[in-house]
């Protein structure tokens, strides 16, 4: 098979996976309200958690990545067996971690987005971007980046195992937030939210810490999103939280605005309640924004992740890696895809990775870097 012919199929096999990804139906186990309990009626509806989350508008989803690569080979790829894996599309957890559409290295190849930004927070571990316009980076370990594809960008998102004398844990969250009309056909743009630059709220017994991602909580407000997104202007209230409990501990999360969606995802722990209200494990709850939120911890340490923000309430089309209005603007989406390739691919391989020696970094399409401690 050619070189072409093999980018095309990878391509497919890329937009048909997102497409029935994008398709999963709900997972069993949702439930809603129906007393006038006041505290109760706090939490308006409780859902299962799959592989890839759902998000309420203006996100699109959010998938929990959480991989145990063993070391490193000298290719940064896993040191271990590829052998029983369905390269290409190995999203089936086997010994702990998967490949995804890697070959060589786990990851993402270089594919195309449309129409939306993607907020990726690494919670563990290293990832190595690499894009159309020519930027560049490795960022991890709390630090965020968040992409806004606009008009077209290919962007790959690989997974090098780096450490050649230790395992290469890697555990992120990717969340889709979708752009007005009015944004869908701006500039590609993407900035890094490093680790230090990300406020941390410690409470006063010290057993909550609540790390403020995106948008503002109380006098702490976040790094700001791109300039073209929906969360740059505050009234739209979007915020990513990441919150973690101590056993046995709890937190007060304040209201925020009407009309606001909120959603708390319960993804580490054994037991949640939200104003008395149990929550299981690995669930999410849709809730009202303009209530407080008591969070009580059981007895394991836990890590909640919260997002909200004002709807678009516009159409939304989605197929595979582009998000647009009508389907019209889908077939747009994947002509020009076919006919421009959203500036095509500068770098020497689709699973492009960097030197294992270099640290954080990021190098911007006008030419300005970042260098960051390792």
Partial sequence: MSKKNSRRDFIGKLIIGAGTLGALPLMAGSKSDSDDDEKKHAVKNIKALGFQWETADPFLF???????????????????????????????????????????????????HRGFETVTVVREGLIDHADSMGASGRYGNGDVQWMTAGKGVQHSEMFPCIHMDKPNHLELFQIWLNLPKKSKMVEPHFKMLWSDSIPIITSEDGKAVI???????????????????????EDHHVAIYNIQLEKESNYTLPATEAGVNRTIYFYKGDTLKINDEELPYYHSAEVDPTQELILENGTEDAKILVLQGKPIEEPVVQHGPFVMNTRAEIHQAFEDYQNTRFGGWPWPRYDQVHDRSLGRFAKHADGKEEIKES
């Fill in 211 to 233: 790390e403020v991602l995106a948008g503002n909580l109380g006098e702490h407000k976040a790094p700001t999103a791109p300039p073209d997104s929906w969360a740059a202007d």
């Fill in 62 to 112: 959010c998938v929990h990545h959480e991989d145990k690569y063993p070391q490193g080979n000298e290719e940064m790829g896993p040191d271990a067996s590829l052998e029983g894996r369905n390269i290409g599309q190995d999203f089936l957890i086997k010994d702990g971690w998967r490949m995804y559409h890697g070959s060589t290295i786990p990851g993402f190849p270089g594919h195309p």
